[in-house]
C-alpha cells in the first residue's frame, strides 16, 4: 500500500471558480433572460498577434519536412528564443546570460516547481493576497508558511520588517490580485533585506508587460543586488495571449549561490537545470519558434496593441470606481481591478449582490487570502463593449 502525501489533505479546497460558476449557473437557470457579464476571468479574450502565428505555422511546415524537422530540443530551450529573451531585458538595462534564461510552459508550473530546490525549515513569508498558487505548492511539500499582510495601510505593497527574518521570500508584481506594483525604491528594500538575511526572493512578474511607466521595474534584475538573490518567473500568458499556446521562462541567475549545510556553495541556476534536465523535456519548437516572435519588433508592436486594449478596459473600470467613490487598487500598471466591497459586504456578499441585481460576475477577493474578504477583483480581460456595459449597471446599482 503506498504511503500518501497527507499534505494534500492541508490544502484548502480549491473552490473558488467552481462555486463562482456554480452560483451563476443556479442563477441564470432561474433568469435566462439576463445578460450576464464576466469580468471575473484571468484569461485573455485577444487572439494571438499575427507574427506569433505566423511562426506557428512556419514551425509546422518545418516539422513536417524530414529537413528541417526536430525531435527533442534542449530542456533549457531553444538558443533563438533564450537570446529574444535576453535582448528583451537588455532593453530595461538587465544583461543577462543565456545559460541564466530557462524556457518554460509557463509561470505556474515553475513558481509552484521551484519548492523542490529547498529544503525543509525555512521561513516562507508570502504576502496576503495573492496568487494562491505559492501557498499551496508550499503546502503540498509540507512547509509553513508565515504571511506578510497586503492591505489598504500599506497600498496592497508590503515591505519587510527588519525584525522578522526570512529564507525565502514570494513576490509578484504587479500583483495578482490586487494591481498593485512595487517602485523601485520599495523593490529595494527587499533586495537589501534579502542580501541582509541571506534570503532568496521568488519574484514572478507575469504581469510586467501592463507597466506603462518607464520609472516603474519590470524586472527585479533593474535593482542593484537582486541577481545575488532573486529568481524570477515570467509568462507570455498575459502579454501575447499565450494562455492556451502555454509559454513562459524563469531567470536562475549564475551568480546565485547560497551555502548548504556544510557550507559548501550550491548554485541555483545548476541545480534548476539539473531538475528541468531530469523533469522536463523543453517547451515544444513551434512554441518556442512562436515566443520568440513575440519578442521581435513587430511582434511587440501588435502585442502592445491587445494590451492597449486591456488598458483602456482598465481605465473604464477605474474612472466608474473612482467617480462612484469606491476605493480601489490596480488598474493602471495592471489588468486587475482590486475594490474595496460597498456598502459593508464582504467579498461572497458582493458577488451575490453584483450577480442578481446587475448581472456582473467578478472574482471575490476572498479567494486569494484572508485580506480580501472584504474586497473584490474585476479585470480587463473582456470586451470593450461589456466593459462598458457593466460600468454602466454599476453607475446605475452604486450611484
Ligand atoms: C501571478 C501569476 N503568476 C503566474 C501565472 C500563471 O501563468 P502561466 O499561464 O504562464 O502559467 C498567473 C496566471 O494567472 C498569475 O496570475
Known amino acids: 500500500m503506498p504511503k500518501l ?54 514551425g509546422a511546415d518545418e516539422m513536417g519536412r524530414a529537413e528541417t524537422f526536430k525531435g527533442y530540443g534542449p530542456e533549457q530551450g531553444y538558443e533563438e528564443t533564450r537570446r529574444a529573451i535576453a535582448d528583451y531585458y537588455k532593453k530595461n538595462g538587465v544583461e543577462l546570460n543565456l545559460a541564466d534564461i530557462f524556457i518554460s510552459d509557463g509561470a505556474k508550473s515553475d513558481t509552484g516547481n521551484i519548492t523542490e530546490l529547498f529544503g525543509k525549515g525555512n521561513v516562507i513569508l508570502i504576502p496576503d493576497p495573492v496568487y494562491p498558487v505559492y501557498v499551496d505548492s508550499n503546502i503540498m511539500c509540507g512547509n509553513e508558511v508565515t504571511y506578510i499582510s497586503g492591505n489598504a495601510e500599506n497600498d496592497f505593497l508590503p515591505l519587510p520588517n527588519e525584525n522578522q527574518h526570512a529564507d525565502i521570500i514570494y513576490i509578484c508584481s504587479p500583483n495578482n490580485p490586487t494591481g498593485a506594483c512595487y517602485n523601485r525604491e520599495q523593490l529595494k528594500i527587499w533586495v537589501d533585506y534579502a542580501r541582509r538575511h541571506e534570503a532568496v526572493i521568488l519574484f514572478d512578474a507575469a504581469y510586467e508587460a501592463f507597466i506603462s511607466d518607464p520609472s516603474l521595474p519590470r524586472s527585479i534584475y533593474e535593482i542593484e543586488g537582486a541577481k545575488q538573490c532573486a529568481i524570477e518567473f515570467c509568462s507570455l500568458s498575459k502579454t501575447a495571449g499565450f494562455t492556451g499556446t502555454r509559454c513562459g521562462y524563469t531567470i536562475v541567475p549564475e551568480e546565485l549561490v547560497f551555502p548548504d549545510s556544510t557550507g559548501e556553495e550550491m548554485s541555483l541556476n545548476a541545480m534548476w537545470n539539473r531538475r528541468q534536465s531530469t523533469k522536463y523535456n523543453g517547451t515544444s519548437y513551434i512554441v518556442q519558434k512562436a515566443a520568440a516572435a513575440v519578442f521581435s519588433e513587430e511582434g511587440q508592436k501588435e502585442c502592445e496593441e491587445n494590451l492597449s486594449y486591456y488598458k483602456k478596459n482598465a481605465k473604464v473600470i477605474a474612472d466608474t470606481l473612482r467617480d462612484l467613490h469606491i476605493p480601489f487598487y490596480g488598474g493602471i500598471h495592471s489588468p486587475y481591478i482590486w475594490f474595496e466591497c460597498p456598502r459593508g459586504m464582504d467579498s461572497w456578499e458582493c458577488f451575490d449582490y453584483l450577480l442578481q441585481e446587475i448581472q456582473v460576475v467578478g472574482t471575490p477577493g476572498a479567494g486569494f487570502g484572508e485580506n480580501g474578504r472584504n474586497y473584490f477583483r474585476l479585470t480587463s480581460f473582456g470586451t470593450y463593449e461589456k466593459t462598458v456595459e457593466a460600468m454602466n449597471r454599476f453607475r446605475s446599482l452604486f450611484a
Open 5 to 58: 502525501n497527507e499534505n494534500y489533505r492541508k490544502l484548502k479546497d480549491s473552490y473558488l471558480f467552481a462555486e463562482i460558476a456554480h452560483r451563476t449557473a443556479a442563477y441564470m437557470e432561474k433568469h435566462s433572460d439576463q445578460s450576464l457579464i464576466r469580468l471575473g476571468i484571468g484569461d485573455v479574450t485577444r487572439p494571438l498577434c499575427h507574427c506569433a502565428v505566423q511562426a506557428l505555422h512556419e
